[in-house]
């Protein structure tokens, strides 16, 4: 980030950026997203992602978001199973593996930080 900016998550455009076919359990999801601000080494993300309704599994990177709309529940394998709304923060571990049921089109801020390469 070479300036100080603000954006309407709401209003943002994201672009296309199509799941792996082998994590859709259920449905037709689809997701879109746009990459806000990349670290120089590529290590830390910061962004708006968004998923339509469907079911689909993941493997979590070191991540802290915000739900700006929509509906989902997270179940982590192992652990808690996370209900996600507006207004929710949501904090997910690396190495975490998820199923994720999206209930009604959601979209979230978020900012991860991978592990240091080779971990």
Same mark, same amino acid.
């Given at each position: ?11 943002? &455009?994201? $672009?296309? %950026? ?9 449905? +037709?999801?689809? #997701?879109? =997203? ?23 599994? &993941?493997? $979590?990177? %070191? ?9 989902? +529940?997270?179940? #982590?394998? =192992? ?41």
């Amino acid at each position: 980030m070479d300036h100080s900016f603000a954006l309407s998550i709401p209003d943002a &455009d994201l $672009e296309p %950026d199509p799941l792996d076919p082998a994590q859709i359990v259920s449905g +037709t999801p689809e #997701v879109t =997203g746009r990459l806000l601000w990349e670290s120089p080494d590529g290590r830390r993300l910061r962004g708006i992602w968004q998923i339509t309704p469907g079911v689909v599994t &993941d493997t $979590e990177a %070191d991540e802290m978001f915000v739900v700006v709309s929509g509906r989902a +529940t997270v179940a #982590v394998e =192992g652990g808690e199973t996370l209900e996600l709304a507006p207004g929710t923060v949501g904090f997910l571990r690396e190495g975490d593996r998820t199923t994720w049921t999206v209930h009604e089109t959601l979209r979230k801020a978020y900012a991860i930080d991978l592990g240091p390469e080779g971990a």
